[in-house]
Nanobody, 120 residues
Framework: QVQLVESGGGMVQPGGSLRLSCVAS????????MSWVRQAPGKGPEWVAS????????YYSDYVTGRFTISRDNTKNTLYLQMNNLKPEDTGLYYC?????????????WGRGTQVTVSS
């Protein structure tokens, strides 16, 4: 059974940092491209970042380029998202997705999410 368990969310002031983690199980993690997706209150899901199976390629949305870094540790079956210089508009539920960018917005590939709130 595929499981994706996100953690690391919380409340932070603008300009602060958080590091999200996603522990994967039930599938061959190192064979899959992985992504992060977020959903702000009252809005549709938004793709954030993706990484190839061996970490050779990373991709970012324009909104997070230069502030967020996606990475993975295939020895630990874990995906990460380092988020720096957070802004209030980064607030939302962040989901780990077992999918490349093109499929990342399909909910069937998501975990349960972790809440990120950026507020002063």
């Amino acid at each position: 059974q595929v499981q994706l368990v996100e953690s690391g969310g919380g409340m932070v002031q603008p300009g602060g940092s958080l590091r999200l983690s996603c522990v994967a199980s039930g599938f061959t993690f190192n064979s899959h491209h992985m992504s992060w997706v977020r959903q702000a209150p009252g809005k549709g899901p938004e793709w954030v970042a993706s990484i190839s199976s061996a970490s050779s390629d990373t991709y970012y949305s324009d909104y997070v380029t230069g502030r967020f870094t996606i990475s993975r540790d295939n020895t630990k079956n874990t995906l990460y998202l380092q988020m720096n210089n957070l802004k209030p508009e980064d607030t939302g539920l962040y989901y780990c997705a077992r999918a490349p960018r093109d499929d990342a917005l399909q909910q069937q590939f998501w975990g349960r999410g972790t809440q990120v709130t950026v507020s002063s």
